[in-house]
């Protein structure tokens, strides 16, 4: 009872905060503003997250997550390629942050925070592996590492975009590409053939249907990733 009542508050405080932070900023919510939403103290609050940036981390996680099963629903490839997935992932992220500002905050800070690149960095490294996302592949550890640097990569081009007239189908395909020349050594041919199966799953995804998913991620009944 007492661990049912525990995770019921965790997703209540992710949910207020997700909210909250999609309304005004990361930087523009306390955590005393979060105890007041989710009418509990604030020594409360800190008892599950002592930090923002751990309830960040979590937010992040949970809409990685949510994004990706959203990906897979259209995936319909009888063999799947984790480098299409990326580029539909990417491109879902920049199409969803340009077309909802209160995502864009939350994505904004995902992206060029430093402390938050660290900790998705970290958060998607332990996803890879509980995935097996990249396992097939025998360099592995190289792969690891062109991650790391494509999510830096994104976060400059996702800030930048209007500077240099992109939209969202263009960050995803310079992303993948950069990742599949630069840390898998793909020739041309196989990069291409990614990103046409990569703009199959976008052709085929409901924008308005991953959403709805996002804004109710938290709600009961969701797995909760923490």
Known sequence: MARRKNMQRRREI???????????????????????NSRISKSLLQSYYPHKARLMTDIVRNL?????DQVEINYHAPKKNPFTRVDALIYTIATLGMTDKGLDRVITEAFTDQTSL?????????????HNAFSEYSNYQEIRTGIAFIITGVGRLYRDREKHGLN??????????SLMYGFLHADPAEIDAVLEEG????DDSNIGEVHHAI?????EGKVIYS
């Open 14 to 36: 992710l949910d207020n905060t997700f909210r909250l932070i999609r309304a005004n900023g990361f930087d523009h919510v306390s955590l005393q503003m979060i105890a007041e």
């Open 64 to 68: 990685f997550n949510t994004m990706w």
């Open 118 to 130: 660290d900790n998705w960095g970290r958060m998607l490294d332990e996803w890879m592996k509980s």
């Open 168 to 177: 969202a189908e263009q960050m995803a395909d310079y992303s993948t590409s």
């Open 199 to 202: 703009h199959g799953i976008i």
């Open 215 to 219: 804004d109710t991620m938290f709600d």
